[in-house]
């Protein structure tokens, strides 16, 4: 299964994405591309 977050870790924003818990993808994005995702669904980590 793969499941898709954003992350922020010291004002830096990462998409994450895990895949059957055995590989984790992150990649850094810019605070704007993270509000439009998360304007659009794509939940904060952790919430």
Known sequence: ???T???E???QFFL???IDD???L??????LLA???I??????CGE
Not at 26 to 31: H, N, P, V
Not at 39 to 44: D, E, F, H, K, S
Request: hydrophobic share 45%; charged share 15%.
């Open 5 to 7: 977050c954003i992350l």
């Open 1 to 3: 299964m793969q499941s």
């Open 26 to 31: 992150r990649i850094r994005i810019s605070s």
């Open 16 to 18: 994450v994405t895990e």
């Open 9 to 11: 870790v010291n004002d």
């Open 39 to 44: 304007g659009l669904g794509i939940p904060v």
């Open 22 to 24: 055995v590989a984790t």
């Open 35 to 37: 509000s439009t995702l």
